[in-house]
C-alpha cells in the first residue's frame, strides 16, 4: 500500500487526542499532514474499546513494531479479564452457563456469582439481590456475547467541564457538531457507610436527606463563599499557604460535610490539597453547573474515544491524510540533526518538516518519559442494574460519578471513576458500567474488593482489570521542539481535558507561531461552491421526483411553496406586518 | 492539490439572506391570497388544510389562519363522518385510486393525532403562542379520552421541563386536569418534582396552594419541615418564604361587632366591625330598648317575636367615610336607653347613657396564623434558629419580625424594641425599600398601641378617656385609625407623617397633637367633629388652604407657630376666619 | 434534547433532521452524489472539497420535510481509517459502488456487515450503484445488486451522479423509510450538543448558589 503524496508539512505519529487536535490545527491552516497509528483504531490511550475488540486485543497482543530504531510500548497493562479464580475470558461463558443451569434447576439463583465466595455468602446475597432489583430480562451467556460488541470501555475515562477548555474548543472549532454529549446526572459519595447522591448544587442541598438543616446552611455559606470570593480580596488572600481543615473548621464545617466536599466538590486526584486550591476548585466547579444540566460535566455518548476522533476526521476534512495500522521503523534527519521524514513498515520513505510523536514510541534519541508519572489501576464492571437504582420517575441515571474517599471501605487511597447507564451507549443496553479508577500498579488488588463492596447490590456481569500511565495532576511541562519533533505526554490523572488543549495549543504555536490556532471550519451554508450562480435553477430539483399527485393548480403551487417556505427561517417581522395588514 | 476552501464574505451572505427574503415574501404572499381565495369561496378542503399548513409552520402565532383551520378542520370531520355512511360518495370523491379505498378515507381519530404532532411542533418553536394552547384544546376537546389525558399531561411536564414559569402551559394544566379529573394527589407530586428540580419556583408553590389540604394539621407540619429544608439551604428565595407565609395561614373570621360609639351629642352611633367592607353588612343591626323595659332578657325575645324594633332598624342608614371601611356610622334622632348592635351572632350593647360599648373578647387589628400555637411557637424556633445564622439576611429577618409580632398581640417593651431594631436593620440590609420598612413599622406600632389601648378599655370602660400617645415613634402615617375611631386624646408629636389620612375616622377626638411633623394641610381633619384642641405647630402648613379642613371642627384651641403660615401676612386673620369658635390661638386669646 | 429555540419573534417549525452517512470505497463517486443531490452540480474530476464539515439538504415527503445532514467520508476510507464516530448515531447510510468495478461491490457487502454490527439497529441503508451512465462498462448487474438488497432489506437503486439519474430519488426513498417521530417528553435519548447559539439547557436550575 502505497501512500500517496509523499512530502508533507507535519507527519503525526499517534492518534492521541493531543496529537489528533495538533493534526486538526495545522491541517486547518492548509499544511499537508499525514496521521499515522500503529494500531487498527483511532486514539490510543483515549480510545474507547468494544468489550469485543478489548478481548481480540488481549488474544493478539499489542502490535509491535519489529525495529531498533523505534518501538512501542503499549498503553495499557496487566489486562485481567476477571470471571473465575482462573482469570480466563474464554471461561466465562462456561460459567455463566453453569449460572443458568444451577438457576433452572433451583428456580430461585439469579445472580452470577463469584467463585471465590463461600456458599453462604452467596445464598445471604441472592435474597437481597432477588428482593431489591428483578433483573429485566434476565442476562444469559449469550446475550453477554452479543451485546460484548456494544460495550465501549473507556481507557482513560475523563469528562468534559460543561464550560471547560474542551467544550470552549469544540464550538470554537465547530468541531462540536461531530459529537453529541450526555449531560452527568448524578454523583455519588461514601457517606456515613453508604453511597448517597452528594448534594453538589442548590436542589441537591435542598433535596438531601442525609443533612440537618443547620447542616445545608452551613454548606451553602462556605459554597456561596468559595463562588462569590475574589481571588484578589483579602478574603481570599488570608487563606494563603493555609491547610483545606483551617478553612473547613473556620466555615464550621461538621466532619461529615468535610467528607460530602472533598468528595464531591474539590475535583482532585492530589492526596493534600491548600486552602486556595479548595475555593478555587468549587469556584470552577460551580461555575461549570447549570449549562448542560445540573452537574458540571458531560462525556461523549459512545466513550471518551470519540474526541480523538472527532479531532481527526476534522483534520481529513481539511486534507490530512489518515493511515492506521501502520508505523515508522525509523525517523530519519537531515545534516543538520532535524527531523526530515519517515520509514514505514513498508519500506515507504515519506518526507516530512515537522513530526509529533505520541509518548507510546520511543526511538533511541526519543525515550520515553519518566517523571512526574504516576500508574494508574482501572476496575470496569459490567453489571445488570445500576448500584444506585432511580427513585424518582424523572431521575436520570446516564452518567454518575462516583467517589469513595479513603478510609472508606479500607482503601488506602481515594478511588474514582464513573457509572454509565445505557443511553450513555457505553454499556449495551439493559446493562451499566461502573469504571473507577486509583493510583497503583496492581489492579485487581487496589479495587477488586471495593468494587465487589459497592456492587453487593447488583448482578455483575463481567469484571475487567487493566493499568494505564498517567502524568500525575500539576505535572504540567510545556512541549519543546527539538529537532522539530515534538514528543506529545501522557493524559493527566484529573477530570478534565485543559491539560491536553494546552499542551496541543502550545505544541501548534511552536510549530506555527503566528498562525491561529483552530479558528472555526465554516458552515457548510457558507462554503462557496464553484460554480454556485450558473446552477441555481438546479436547487429545488431533488424534490421534483416527490409524489406524483394529480397536477391542479392548486396542488401544484401549494407544492411549490412547501418545498419554498422550507428553505431557511422566516424572517418574521416584515411578513408579519403583512400578515396583520391583511387581516 | 485540490481545491482550497472558499467561504461566502458577510456581504454575500447578506445578499443571499436578502434575496432569499424577498423570495419567501412573495410566496408566503401567493400562499396567502390563495388560503385566501379559498377560504372565502368556501373550500374546506384537505389541500387548503395543507396550505394553511404551510404558513402556520412558519409562521405559529397566527390566530386567524388557526381559526380558519378549525373550521375546515370540523368540515372535515364532518364529511369523515358522512363518508362512512355514504359508500357512493366516497366513490365519487376518488379520482383515481380505488385500490384501497379503506386505507385511503382520511379518519377522524387519525387527523386528530396528526394534528397534535403538528401542533406540537409549532409549540416547540413558540412555547407561549396563544393561538397554539387554545387550538390544543380544541383538539382535546375532540376526544377527552383517557389516554389522550395522559398524553396531554406529559406534554404540560415536557413544557414545563423547558420553561417552569409559562403560564401558558400552566393554563392549560389546569384546563386538562379538569377535564380529566385529575386526583390531587397526583397533581401534588409533579408539583413535589417540579420544586425539587428547583424551588425558585413561584408557580411550582402556587400550585400547590391550590392543592394542599390544609385542614390536615399534618400535612402543613410536612410542608413546614419540607420548606425548613429549602429557606436553609437559600434563605434569599422569595418563593419559599410566600409559601412558607401561606402555610402558617392568616385567620379569617366571620362578620363581628366589636365596639360601638354614640357620640357626644347623641346624634350619632358608630360601630366598628372587624373585617374591611365595601357596603355596610346587611345583618348589621341596631336594636333599641326604651327605659321602661331594660330589665330583663324576656322582653329581647319578646322585641325579636314581634319584629317591630327589627323593622325600624332596618330602615337606619350605614355610612363610612372610606370605601372599604370597618367604621359604620348611622344618624340616630337622640333616641336613648340601652342600644345593641348585631351582626350575625355578635352584638354589643350600649348603655343606657354610656358612650362606649365594648366586645368583650378584646380588640385587636391583629390577625393570627392559623396554624395552632405550639406550632406557631416551634417554627418560631426555627426562625430564630436561622436568623442567629444569617442576621443580614432580609428575608430572614422579615419572616423573623412577623413572626414575633403575629405570636405577641400583647407586647412587652423589649418586644416592642425588639421589633424596632429589626426594621432598623432591614433599613440597613435592603435600603432600596426603607419607605416599605418605616411603614411596616408605624403599622405595627399602632398595631401594638391600639391593641394595648383597646385591652385596657375593656378592662374599664373609664380608660377610654385615656390618651393614646404615640409620640417620637417614627411614625409615617397613622395606621389602623379605624380602631382608633373611640379615642378622645392622642399624641402623635414628632413624628414623620405628611399628611393626615386615615384621620377622619378619629370620630370622637377632642384633643391632637401634630406638632413637629411634615404635615402640609390639615385636610382629612374633617370628619373629627368633636376635635377641640389642635396642636399642628411646627409643620409644614404654607397657606391657608392647609387649614380649610378646620372649618368643619368645632376648635377652640389651636396651634400653628413654627408652620411657613404663621409667619405670612394673612396670618392669623385667615385662621380666625375660618375657625369661628376658636377662642386660643398659638395660646393667645382672641 | 438538542438546543430548543427561544425566541419570542416567529420562528419556523422545526424540520425534522437526521444523520445519513456515505459508505464506499474511494472513487466510486460518493462525493459526486452528494454534489449532485445538494447542488445540482457534477465535476468529472470531482475531489474531495476541503473543509466541508458535511452538507445539509430537505426533502419533503408525505408533507413532512425532512433535513439530512450528510456526512462524507473526507478521504478516510481510502487507507481504511475510517472511525467508527464516522457512522455512530446515523439514521441513514447510503452504501455506494461503482458498477464497473466488482470489487467495490464486494466492498460494500462488507460495509453492509460493518453497519449491521456498529450502527443503530433502526439505520435505513440504501445501496447504490452508481455510474449507471457507464453501464457499457457494467461488471456488477442489477439482479445482483438488487438481489442483495432485497436479501439484507436494503433499499436499491443505480444511480448517476454525472447525469442525476435517479441521486434524489435515492434521499427521498431514505426520508420515505424514516420514522417521523415527535419529540416526547422524557425521551430516552436526551442529548447535549454544544452549539454557538445554544444557550444554557433545560434541567440546569440556578446554580448552586444565589447570584443576590
Redesign the interface.
Known sequence: ?E?TPTEYDVIVIGTGITECIIAAACSRI?KTVLHLDINR??GEQWSSFTLTGLENFAKEGPPSINSELFSYRHFMQNLTFKETPSGQPSQENQKLDQAKHENAQKGEKTKIQDDSESPEQINEKEETTTEAIPLKPSWTSERLQKSK?RVNIDVTPKLCYSAGRM?DL??SS?C????????VNRSFVHYQGELIQAP????Q???CKHLK??E??IM??F??FA??VGEESEEFLEWDKKEDMDLYRSFKLTDGLINLVRASLVVSSKETVSAHEVIRSIKHY?KN??????MPF?CP??GAG?LP??F???S????S??????APTELSYDESGKFSGVTLQTGQKLTGKYCVVSPNYTSPSLPSPTEGLVSVSHAVYLTASSIKPKT???E?DDVSILHILSRCLGNPRPVSGFEFGP?SMLPAEDMYMIHLTTPGHDPTTDLESVVDKITDNTAVLYKLFFTTQMSAEGWNVDPVLDKNIIRTTFPTYCAGYSECIEEARKSFSLLYPDEEFLPA??N?????????EE?EE??T???????AT?Q?E??E??E?????????????????G??AG?? | MHGRLKVKTTAEKEAEKKKEREKKKAIYQKCMNKIRGLFMSGDRSVVLLNLITKVLENIPEFGTLWNWRRIVLLEIFRECVEEKCNEDELLAMKTTEKDNEVDKTPNKADMIISEKLFVARCLEVNPKAYSLWSHRRWLVEQDPSESVIKEELSLCNLFLKYDERNFHCWDYRRFIVTLGSIKTQSELEMSTSLIERNFSNYSAWHYRTTLLDTENMGVVRDELEWTQNAYFTDPSDQSVWLYYQWLLGREVQGDKVLAVYRDSDNSTIHVLINNLTYTPPSQLLIKRMSNTDENTDENKVQNSDDNTDENRANTVTWKSSTSPSRLWSCDISNFGGHVTITLGDSSVTLSDGATLGVDKEGISPLVKYTAPRDLVEEQLGNIRELYELEPDNKWVILTYLDMVNTCNPHKSKEQITEIRNLTVKLCHVDSMRTGFYRDLWTKLLCETAVTAWWSNTSRDVIRSRDPLNLSKKYLTKLAHSDYMFALHEVDLSHNNLTSLTGFSSLVAVEKLNLSNNKIHSLEGLEGCKNLKELDASHNQIHNACGILACTKCRLRALHLVGNPLAATSVYPACVVQSCSMLCTLDDREL | MSGRPRQNGPAQAKALQFKLVLLGESAVGKSSLVLRFVKGQFHEYQETTIGAAFLTQTVTVDGVTVKFEIWDTAGQERYHSLAPMYYRGAQAAIIVYDITNRDTFERAKSWVKELDRQARKDIVIALAGNKFDLSNKRMVEVEEGSAYAQEHNLIFMETSAKTGDNVSNVFVEIAKMLPKVEPKPNNNGQTVRIDDNQEAQNGGGPGCCSKN
Not at chain 1, 462540536?176 to 449531560?183: C, G, I, T, V
Not at chain 1, 453547573?289 to 445540573?294: A, D, E, Q, T
Not at chain 1, 481529513?316 to 486534507?319: Q, S, T
Not at chain 1, 457548510?524 to 454556485?532: A, G, T
Request: charged letters at 30%; glycine letters at 8%; proline letters at 5%.
Open positions: 500500500m501512500i492548509g483504531f483511532y460488541r467544550v469544540l464550538r465547530n462540536s457538531r461531530y459529537l453529541e454529549f450526555k449531560a453538589c448544587n442548590r436542589e442541598v435542598f433535596n438543616v443547620l445545608k446552611r451553602m455559606k459554597v456561596t463562588l462569590q460551580l453547573i447549570g449549562i448542560y444540566g445540573s458531560i455518548i459512545y470519540e476522533q472527532a481527526a476526521r476534522f481529513a476534512v481539511f486534507g491524510i489518515y493511515v492506521l495500522d501502520i424518582k420517575p424523572g436520570q443511553r471550519a465554516p457548510p451554508e457558507d462554503i462557496k461552491w464553484p460554480d454556485e446552477t438546479l436547487e430539483q431533488p424534490q421534483a421526483g416527490v409524489e394529480p391542479e392548486v396542488e403551487i401549494s411549490k411553496l412547501v418545498d419554498d417556505l422550507d428553505n431557511g427561517a422566516t424572517e418574521g417581522v416584515a411578513e408579519r403583512a400578515v391583511s387581516d
